[in-house]
């Protein structure tokens, strides 16, 4: 019997229509163009402002446009895991509120939090469902309202993040392409550099956690960068020795979209060329567990049948780690 591998057959990513600049944030924080570009690469991000709309009205369109792109039958979807830090709410999962949007009435569904490596651990996730044989359509998003934890009068943090979806599709595939192999970690010895101080079991929203700002994202971000050059780079390289590959056997590096700096040292340790690495951070900033599929999709054109991409990605938890794929469209 053939080896099954989860194959991604399609990616589509949806981001809000408005923006924030380098220089709009310049008016709202002592912060300029020329700082936010030479130390994170990033220009502009997107925003969702309709007060109305979250994250699984982000997620929806992208499987929307995902199932209309496949020609895929909503109700033909079996499972939809949704990797995000920024759900509608604690409950219901953004994944069951997004399955219901997107007329996916025969799909169970649910979120997995693994901040900005969401979409690495949910890829090794849903390949499993496909690999085992059980399942045979299977849709990862990749979403996050990261303005809805923004505090835009903290410029360490508020330059840094936008909001966006992308899903990608998982079916089996018998000819040796799809999900091929990972190197995935946590440990949380240093979670309180990255982190949400309040809102969950441990600090319930009171006054005081308000006044705080202790529901907005904290970063300390010197330590983090450290760690996340060495996490994702030592990583990919593991993944690479593992399947005996070398930089040269690469086609493309797939790295999440934190800081500009980050992907370029990622790349170098890699031996990679420029035109090797996927990079889109200057037009979204860091979405956390968008950032992987949105770069994905922007640069699908670029990617052949049966080409190597490594993914690699670091974020809160900490979380971090690496997957080999082989491009199957
Ligand atoms: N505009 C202008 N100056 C700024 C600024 C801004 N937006 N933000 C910080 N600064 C200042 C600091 O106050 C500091 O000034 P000081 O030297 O007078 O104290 C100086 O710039 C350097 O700050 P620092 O925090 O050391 O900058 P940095 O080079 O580390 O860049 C990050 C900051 C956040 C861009 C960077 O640390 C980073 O990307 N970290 C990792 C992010 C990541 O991978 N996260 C994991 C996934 S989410």
Not at 77 to 87: D, F, G, K, N, Y
Request: proline share 3%; charged share 20%; with cysteine.
């Amino acid at each position: 019997m053939k080896t099954i591998h989860a194959a991604i057959t399609g990616v589509h990513g949806w981001v809000p229509q408005d923006v924030i600049t380098n220089d709009d944030l310049s008016k709202m924080v002592d912060t300029n163009d020329e700082w936010i570009t030479s130390r994170t690469g990033i220009k502009q991000r997107h925003i969702l402002k309709d007060p109305t709309k979250a994250t699984s009205d982000m997620a929806a369109e992208a499987v929307k446009g995902l199932l209309k792109k496949t020609k895929t039958n909503p109700a033909d979807i079996e499972l939809i895991i949704v990797a995000t830090i920024t759900p509608d709410m604690m409950f219901p999962s953004c994944a069951a509120l997004t399955a219901t949007k997107v007329g996916a009435v025969n799909a169970f569904a649910f979120d997995l939090n693994s901040a900005c490596s969401g979409f690495l651990f949910g890829l090794e996730t849903a390949a499993k469902f496909i690999e085992s044989g059980t399942y045979k359509k299977v849709i990862l998003v990749g979403a996050d309202k990261m303005t809805s934890l923004t505090d835009y009068t903290n410029r360490n943090t508020c330059i840094l993040f936008g909001d966006a979806a992308a899903a990608v599709l998982l079916e089996p595939n018998t000819e040796g392409n799809g999900v091929i192999d990972s190197v995935l970690h946590v440990d949380s010895t240093n979670w309180e550099y990255l982190c949400l101080k309040a809102g969950g079991s441990l600090k319930p929203a009171t006054h005081e956690t308000v006044d705080a700002g202790e529901h907005f994202i904290y970063q300390d971000g010197q330590p983090v960068f450290k760690i996340a050059v060495n996490s994702m780079a030592n990583t990919a390289r593991e993944v690479l020795e593992r399947n005996s590959l070398t930089g040269k056997d690469v086609n493309f590096l797939i790295p999440h979209q934190a800081n500009k700096r980050i992907i370029d040292a990622t790349g170098h340790y890699l031996g990679l060329k420029p035109e090797q690495i996927c990079v889109n951070i200057e037009n979204y900033g860091n979405t956390t567990a968008a950032t992987i599929p949105l770069c994905m999709w922007d640069f699908e054109h670029a990617f052949k049948k049966g080409d190597n991409i490594i993914l690699a990605a670091f974020g809160g938890g900490y979380s971090w780690g690496a997957l080999y794929l082989k491009w199957a469209l």
